[in-house]
């Protein structure tokens, strides 16, 4: 929308602000957030282990499991690897030129006459080319300074840095290739007002020299690839400075990306109760639906031996046998504080209630609600399944108070 207006150098303060406004944003807390609950997701560990001694390390077993996210921080760091390495090696290369180069200065630039096929900036350097060191045109020259007014380099160089760090993302070359064009927007607006030339010969000079596709990311080129919209853009009228007040809607831009970041945090706040309510509190349903009692296949506290030569250990919960995809539901009104796959523990689903009370609900088959939702006593919130390390399909029903599992039995009705 405002890449078609003429004003050339807000058009560039605004992509330039992009790139810090874009970092920020995410690191921002809004004041309008509310307080988040979060969870630990305890080690796997159905039961609680008895006297366990050396024998339990030898009988560990090992499984070999492939961490992806690792693997995609090794490839991202790659990738910021080779793109500092291209930063690195264009900027050698310029030094190349310039130390084999024939130098003059003009004021405050380096005319650099060397080996290059075309005239470009680089911060106050002017490279030129060796063959034109006696009728190098004035204008392209010109055009080269005004890129050095403008520091347009740096602009380039901390769009590089920026893409460096972001180079997995299609929009960012997209924003370099915006820059640029602002760049050339810039400069030709200013050589054509400064030395009142006449645009038709300005329009000359540049089919002359658009036979050249050379584009350096780090050097300003009078000749661009964009040079379809550089004509476009010089024989446009000047935009109304009414079309200024377009430029307003980026703040509420800016807010709605705030605003997507922002964490929605909920508490639960409970009225005082007097004794005789506090048992109602502690009354927990049944999770799976449609069952006044499932069959229940182990029970909290009972003993048991997982693996041949290993102690007993002590169930922390309680397992109900139940076909793949039986519905699961709340067994209390509560907060969703994971719904995710948990390793071990398969799908897990942990519900925060009042009065310091967790359920827990592992080996789901798929969910039926999400992380901070706001979930009623009854709902279905998962399917069961045989998720995670497990044998059969059955829901592992656990309840915590205030960070330690109780026998479930106690509480369930």
Known sequence: MLSKYTFHN????????????????????SKYSFQVITTNIPVFNEMHSENL?????????DF???????????????????????????????????????????GKYQLVFCKTLETFSYFNWIFIPLESMDKADKIIIDHEKKHADFYHTLDRLLTEIFIAFFWFNPIVYLFRKSLTSVHEFQVDSKVLKDRNINISEY??????????????????????????????????????????????????????CLLSFTQKEYSIITPEITTSEAKKTTIFTYPIQGSSKPYITSYFGVNRKVFKN?????????????????????????????????????????????????????????FNCKKNQIVKKGEIIG???????IKGPHLHYAIKQNGEYVNPMNYLK
């Open 53 to 61: 001694n050396a024998l339990q390390t030898k009988t560990t077993i």
């Open 383 to 389: 399917y069961t399944g045989a998720t995670g390390r």
């Open 203 to 256: 329009l000359q000079l540049l089919l002359d020299t658009i036979n050249s596709n050379h584009n350096k990311n780090l050097y300003s080129y009078f000749n661009q690839s964009m040079i379809k919209n550089r004509v476009e853009m010089i024989c446009k009228t000047k935009t109304n400075k009414l079309h200024q007040l377009k430029y307003l809607v980026l703040v509420p831009v800016c807010l709605l």
């Open 10 to 29: 807000l058009n560039r303060f605004v992509l330039i602000m992009i790139i810090p406004i874009s970092i920020i944003i995410p690191f921002v807390k």
């Open 310 to 366: 290993l102690k007993a250990k002590i169930h922390n919960g309680v397992d109900f046998r139940a076909k793949v995809n039986t519905p699961i539901v709340a067994s209390s009104d509560g907060i969703v504080t994971t719904a995710s796959f948990e390793g071990n523990w398969g799908n897990l689903i942990i519900i925060k209630h009042a009065d310091g009370y967790e359920t827990l609900y592992a080996h789901l088959n798929k």
């Open 64 to 106: 070999f499991q492939i961490n992806y996210i690792q693997i995609l921080y090794f490839l991202y760091g790659i990738g910021i690897l080779l793109s500092f390495f291209k930063i690195g090696k264009a900027i050698i290369h310029l030094y190349k030129l310039r130390k084999d180069a024939i130098i003059k200065y003009s």
